[in-house]
């Protein structure tokens, strides 16, 4: 339900030179691709559902994540994958945007904070989510480090680096993300004092090379 249709840099490319993504919103959540407590074992897909299961119990082993108490969207078991989903409304700016969380370029999302409530609650700090590439593959695990919700016109220019994309500025980040909300919100209108929820996370699995 985020960003236009660029395309971001291509993964599996190592010889090129990456372009930079260009500056339109982050927002993922509330298309999360399996629930928050639910098991994805039991969702329509089932051999998907096994994937993230898998997944998950070699990332929360190798992320040291299996021996702790953690926050994996609702204080749900260790054994019960945290939310899956991915970056973006398109395959190729999943990849991409996937691809700069991996190299460790974006550390931080942005999304209005509108589009939060009862069913998608905002994200909390120490909670786990599970990456998806744009074929609904599960390829990271990130946890939350920071939540702020500021005024779109207060965004500092760290955080706007922070989201690793287009040429980083907060000039860009601004012009990209007024763009963005202008034609995506539902029920409101872009005011540069629209309420943002401002996302910082680390990449727990796999580990930087």
């Known amino acids: 339900m985020s960003h236009h249709d660029d395309r971001g840099p291509d993964s599996t490319n190592d010889s090129a030179e990456p372009a930079p993504l260009p500056a339109t919103g982050d927002e993922h959540r509330a298309a999360s691709a399996?629930?928050?407590?639910?098991?994805?074992?039991?969702?329509?897909?089932?051999?998907?559902?096994?994937?993230i299961l898998e997944f998950w119990e070699t990332a929360r082993v190798r992320a040291g994540e299996g021996k702790v108490g953690v926050v994996t969207g609702?204080?749900?078991?260790?054994?019960?994958?945290?939310?899956?989903?991915?970056?973006?409304?398109?395959?190729?700016?999943a990849d991409g945007l996937l691809a700069a969380v991996l190299s460790g370029d974006k550390t931080a999302t942005s999304s209005s904070h509108w589009e939060y409530g009862d069913d998608v609650p905002l994200p909390q700090v120490g909670e786990l989510s599970i990456i998806l590439d744009g074929d609904g593959h599960p390829r990271a695990l990130i946890r939350t480090t920071s939540v702020e919700v500021v005024p779109f016109d207060q965004v500092s220019a760290d955080f706007a680096a922070a989201e690793g994309e287009d040429d980083r500025t907060l000039e860009s980040w601004r012009a990209g993300h007024r763009t963005y909300f202008t034609r995506v919100l539902v029920g409101h209108e872009f005011r540069e004092d629209m309420p943002v929820v401002c996302e910082r996370f680390e990449l727990r699995f796999p580990r930087q090379r």
Do not use: C, K
């Open 34 to 51: 399996v629930p928050a407590g639910a098991d994805p074992a039991r969702d329509d897909d089932d051999s998907r559902g096994e994937e």
């Open 74 to 93: 609702f204080g749900i078991s260790a054994t019960v994958p945290p939310p899956a989903w991915s970056f973006g409304d398109n395959p190729a700016l």
